[in-house]
């Protein structure tokens, strides 16, 4: 898989953001107030924020093209309950697993 210039920074950005998160959880895709949670909800909501659009109005799959990914590519490395090397509630070790899948992502 090849990803273009526009999904790389996209990418890094991501991991920007996770990295900062103070409630990163990947076992969810949003907190019960709303806020998003896991690698996906914060693609989501970094789709959303770019776009100005509403983080409910945003869907999976847009998200996944957004970010050059295909439907048929097997996700849960990076948006499964276990993804990004079972980040769990760590923004920092999702983010070093995006920038470490992007060095061999090129």
Same mark, same amino acid.
């Given at each position: ?39 996906? +909800? ?37 948006? +499964? ?9 760590? +923004? ?15």
């Amino acid at each position: 898989m090849s990803l273009s210039p526009v999904h790389v920074r996209r990418w890094r950005h991501l991991a920007r953001i996770v990295e900062k998160s103070r409630r990163y959880n990947q076992t969810t895709v949003y907190h019960s107030c709303g806020t998003p949670a896991c690698l996906m +909800g914060h693609a989501m909501a970094y789709k959303a924020r770019v776009e100005k659009r509403d983080f409910y109005d945003i869907t999976w799959n847009e998200t996944s093209l957004w970010l050059g990914l295909y439907a048929d590519v097997d996700h849960d490395h990076l948006f +499964g309950l276990s993804g990004c090397n079972n980040a769990g509630r760590s +923004g920092k070790k999702a983010a070093a697993y995006v920038r470490e899948w992007l060095k061999q992502n090129p």
